[in-house]
């Protein structure tokens, strides 16, 4: 018994070392691809690409399902981005509310005849509307037969845009300015062909907004809101600036993505079954590459492009994470054959692997890790001084690259104004592991428990309630 105790001992103590290792080696990568990027930054070229014509052309496809509360001041801020070559394609999918009616009320819209070339598979488009007015001519409507999920609509998107890269993002998003200029600049920077590009995405939740344009970032409300946002923080600058140090960028958010439209095709386009569309979308691109023996590279740049309306509610929060592990399960078993597979190179060999093992994995371990210790407690089996260490030190572990990743962010971007907002969103950090965490973890487990046993999953409406605060007129920025 002593003997089997031990293994499993090893077991969880490896796995752990293993862990601390891959997140020293990303806190180091990461510092080494910032600097890198900072330093790439061309004032001349971005004033380029704002203003050429021959600069590549991007498709901007947001699916918009119910979404009349916010609908035009979102439409607004998609269509004042700084770049000279890009259209907005709002793909109405089958709301039920006003939507449609406020969009062609506000931008003058008239149904136009358009032959739609079904690339990729989506449900049926009824119409296509374009403005009256020349100074939307960038804005194309698409009213289309709901399909049940968001790969459909951004499939129907794809099928009718007409620039060589897509933009993938959420309609209720409110982006950068220079968020296209960015973007397209990490592909003009690449030696090899760049097939998907993502960046930082931010809650919006209680942030400033004029003229549909975000104007000063300010730390969300509500509490859960303020988790996330630390998550993504650390998410993004830590884990993914790691990897693209390495070129194995695990995956592009489905909030802001930049595509290459013709690899996206070939691919096959979104999978409307999968519950993780984005990261599924980006597995098949890359497998596509190798399976063609063809050079890629997906980008991330490390910059906050994109924010986003977060769940600020228990429920949707779960709901939300019971439905991302439902997707990273479903690609686990869909693409089991990239599983350190050489044909898959980079893929197959490292991110699919460390997808599978501290992604997949890593709620099992910690829920399987926690019957252990109270079973030792139970038995009177723990080393209570070394079970005390080590749960101080993995509790420290987390808080420091919580709160490095924030102060990192602030030191290089300066994106909130006020200091004690940054104050507030460390000391959020210190809780975190006992309050947001859990949550996620029992998430996880939820997702998969359901996944496993076929449960079909229900696609909930998230109620967008306009979290972005207008700007005062006698705002002064502190």
């Not at 739609?116 to 007015?133: F, H, N, R, T, W």
């Not at 709901?319 to 350190?340: E, S």
């Not at 907002?421 to 950090?429: E, Y």
Request: aromatic share 12%; glycine share 6%.
């Amino acid at each position: 018994m002593k003997h089997f105790i031990f293994s499993i001992e090893f077991v969880f103590g490896f796995y752990c070392l293993l862990l601390l290792i891959v997140y020293v080696m990303l806190f180091r990568m990461s510092s080494i691809s910032i600097r890198k990027n900072l330093r790439k930054r061309n004032s001349r070229r971005v004033q380029t690409l704002m203003e050429s014509e021959i600069a590549p052309g991007v498709s901007i496809v947001a699916p918009a399902y119910n979404e009349s509360v916010t609908i035009v001041n979102n439409v607004r801020s998609l269509m004042t981005l700084f770049y000279s070559r890009y259209e907005v394609v709002i793909v109405n999918d089958g709301s039920k509310d006003d939507t449609l009616e406020k969009l062609i009320k506000e931008f003058d819209l008239v149904q136009v005849d358009f032959l739609v070339d079904y690339l990729v598979p989506c449900k049926e488009i009824k119409a296509i509307y374009k403005s009256m007015d020349i100074s939307h001519k960038r804005l194309t409507i698409v009213d289309k037969i709901n399909g049940g999920s968001k790969a459909d609509a951004v499939n129907a998107g794809i099928n009718v845009a007409s620039f060589p890269y897509i933009l993938d993002t959420d309609v209720d998003c409110v982006l950068a300015n220079d968020t296209l200029v960015q973007l397209i600049e990490a592909v003009l920077d690449s030696k090899e062909r760049v097939i998907a590009v993502g960046a930082t995405l931010r809650m919006s939740n209680s942030s400033y907004v004029d003229s549909g344009m975000l104007v000063e970032a300010a730390l969300p409300k509500p509490i859960l809101a303020r988790f996330q946002e630390m998550e993504y923080i650390r998410s993004y600058l830590l884990g993914k600036m790691g990897w693209n140090y390495l070129n194995c960028i695990p995956n592009v958010s489905g909030g802001l993505g930049l595509f290459d439209k013709e690899i996206l095709i070939a691919a096959g386009g979104y999978d409307s079954n999968s519950l993780g569309e984005d990261m599924e979308m980006v597995t098949r691109m890359c497998m596509t590459m190798c399976d063609n023996n063809q050079k890629y590279e997906v980008k991330y740049i490390p910059q906050t492009l994109c924010w986003t309306e977060g769940p600020d509610s228990l429920k949707m929060l779960t709901r939300q994470r019971v439905r991302w592990a439902r997707g990273l399960m479903q690609i686990m078993r869909t693409h089991r054959k990239a599983f350190f597979n050489p044909k898959y190179k980079r893929f197959g060999l490292i991110v699919f692997p460390y997808n599978a093992i501290f992604e997949f994995f890593a709620p099992i371990m910690e829920i399987l890790g926690i019957f252990f210790y109270i079973y030792l407690i139970l038995t009177h089996g723990i080393n209570w001084p070394m079970a005390i260490l080590l749960l101080i030190f993995v509790y420290m572990f987390s808080v420091f690259l919580t709160s490095f990743s924030i102060l990192l962010d602030n030191y290089v971007y300066k994106y909130y104004k006020r200091r004690k907002d940054i104050i507030r969103l460390c000391l959020t950090a210190f809780i975190e592991p006992f309050v947001y965490h859990p949550i996620i973890v029992y998430s996880s487990i939820k997702g998969y428990v359901q996944e496993l046993f076929g449960k079909k999953h229900a696609w909930g409406e998230m109620t967008r309630k306009g979290t972005l605060t207008p700007l005062p007129s006698d705002h002064i920025k502190k």
